[in-house]
């Protein structure tokens, strides 16, 4: 193969590669959503999903996959697009989730994640 067409291929190769590399989100994004995930973990809540319901480690567990997956996606640069995309319904029913926590009502996920969210950005550093 002559030298310019493998520079040529060499080029291509490495522009693939720089397109469909992962970019982390932020440092300030991934410490909000790991704290998020944390706070539900030791919660003490329940969290319902695809109409069961399952202790707080079990969702924190779920939650952190999904943040997984869309973070080696590229697909989530901050809180609120972890809470929008991974904790508020399903990605495969639909189904909206909720969290019901002991002596209060069952709140959509999306709500209970969301007040965590400003209570983390609002606390006392």
């Known amino acids: 193969m002559p030298r310019v067409m493998r520079s040529m291929l060499a080029g291509a190769v490495m522009g693939l590669l720089a397109a469909t590399a992962?970019?982390?989100?932020?440092?300030?994004?991934?410490?909000?959503?790991?704290?998020?995930?944390?706070a539900l973990g030791r919660s003490g809540c329940e969290f319902q999903r695809n109409g069961s319901w399952y202790p707080a480690n079990e969702a924190q567990a779920h939650l952190r996959r999904k943040y997984d997956y869309l973070r080696n996606r590229?697909?989530?640069?901050?809180?609120e697009q972890f809470i929008e995309r991974a904790g508020t319904q399903s990605s495969m029913s639909g189904k909206a989730y909720a969290v019901r926590c002991p002596g209060q009502g069952t709140v959509?996920?999306?709500?209970?994640?969301?007040a965590r969210l400003s209570k983390l950005r609002h606390a006392t550093p």
């Open 108 to 114: 959509p996920s999306a709500q209970w994640l969301g």
């Open 74 to 79: 590229d697909l989530v640069d901050s809180a």
């Open 22 to 38: 992962s970019a982390a989100p932020p440092p300030q994004a991934q410490r909000e959503v790991e704290q998020l995930i944390e």
